[in-house]
């Protein structure tokens, strides 16, 4: 028999970034694929899943208005990359036989649904995977306060923050040899310290609400399973 779920419904942020695999930009097929099936193994588990995912591959607001662009601009631009990356996340969850939903919060009704809250959750009780695309909606956001403000939304027990490192460390371990991995540290000392787990903004949201968010690294195969089933892999963030 599978290991008992830790959770019963879980909020998944992946940053863009990931899907790009080995490439420099766009969308790594391969990856894709390989993340999805992760997914899947989780939801045959009987938990309920919602995934937020970035779109920094395609484009990232601050970087094209760094190159001269209107910032909010270049934000709508970074959100409709979300879309782009949301479709192929959808797609490759369905060859999977999963029954999905991208939920955008940018109308653009031919591929995804609008996002009303009460809808959302629903697909969730009906075990469809729900992926959020559109970030906020809004310029000057970014995907991980999306991800904070959609997993308060909708209840989550917990926003997983899928990343390239296993989890939040005391310094950038790709340059301090001495830096080491919390277990667990609290929303204040991230605040405080500036630790690098999400935006302040995404980080306060979470704290207000008393969201728990694990970091953890998605490069290695089967860890979204390792976190929902409860091993203490990565670093907790919590009171
Ligand atoms: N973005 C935005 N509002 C949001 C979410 C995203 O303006 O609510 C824009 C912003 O320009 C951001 C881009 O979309 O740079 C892509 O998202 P993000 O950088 O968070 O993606 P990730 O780094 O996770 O790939």
Same mark, same amino acid.
């Given at each position: 028999?599978p290991?008992?779920p830790?959770?019963?419904?879980?909020?998944?942020?992946?940053?863009?970034?990931?899907l !790009?695999?080995?490439?420099?930009?766009?969308?790594?097929?391969?990856?894709?694929?390989?993340?999805?099936?992760?997914?899947?193994?989780?939801?045959?588990?009987?938990?309920?899943?919602?995934?937020?995912?970035?779109?920094?591959?395609?484009?990232?607001?601050?970087?094209?208005?760094a190159?001269?662009?209107?910032?909010?601009?270049a934000?709508?631009?970074?959100?409709?990359?979300?879309?782009?990356?949301?479709?192929?996340?959808?797609?490759?969850?369905?060859?999977?036989?999963?029954?999905?939903?991208?939920?955008?919060?940018? !109308?653009?009704?031919?591929?995804?649904?609008?996002?009303?809250?009460?809808?959302?959750?629903?697909?969730? !009780?009906?075990?469809?995977?729900?992926?959020?695309?559109?970030?906020?909606?809004?310029?000057?956001?970014?995907?991980?306060?999306?991800?904070?403000?959609?997993?308060? !939304?909708?209840?989550?027990?917990?926003?997983?923050?899928?990343?390239?490192?296993?989890?939040?460390?005391?310094?950038?371990?790709?340059?301090?040899?001495?830096?080491?991995?919390?277990?667990?540290?609290?929303?204040?000392?991230?605040?405080?310290?500036?630790?690098?787990?999400?935006?302040?903004?995404?980080?306060?949201l979470?704290?207000?609400?008393?969201?728990?968010?694990?970091?953890?690294?998605?490069?290695?195969?089967?860890?979204?399973?390792?976190?929902?089933?409860?091993?203490?892999?990565?670093?907790?963030?919590?009171?």
């Open positions: 028999t290991p008992l830790a959770y019963k419904r879980i909020l998944l942020k992946l940053s863009g970034e990931f !790009e695999g080995k490439r420099d930009f766009g969308i790594d097929p391969v990856t894709v694929q390989e993340v999805a099936e992760q997914v899947r193994d989780v939801h045959q588990l009987g938990i309920e899943l919602a995934l937020v995912v970035g779109g920094g591959n395609i484009v990232r607001g601050a970087e094209a208005s190159a001269g662009m209107d910032r909010a601009s934000d709508y631009m970074g959100m409709l990359a979300t879309v782009i990356n949301s479709l192929a996340l959808q797609n490759a969850l369905e060859q999977l036989g999963l029954a999905t939903r991208v939920v955008s919060a940018i !109308e653009m009704r031919q591929v995804a649904e609008p996002f009303i809250p009460r809808r959302a959750v629903r697909h969730l !009780e009906k075990g469809r995977v729900v992926i959020f695309a559109g970030g906020t909606g809004s310029p000057f956001f970014t995907t991980d306060s999306t991800a904070a403000l959609r997993a308060c !939304e909708i209840k989550a027990d917990v926003l997983l923050k899928a990343t390239k490192v296993d989890g939040v460390y005391t310094a950038d371990p790709t340059k301090d040899a001495s830096a080491r991995r919390y277990t667990h540290v609290t929303y204040q000392q991230v605040l405080e310290q500036g630790l690098n787990v999400m935006d302040a903004s995404a980080i306060a979470c704290k207000d609400n008393g969201l728990p968010i694990i970091v953890f690294d998605l490069l290695t195969k089967g860890n979204i399973y390792r976190v929902v089933t409860g091993e203490p892999i990565g670093t907790l963030v919590s009171i």
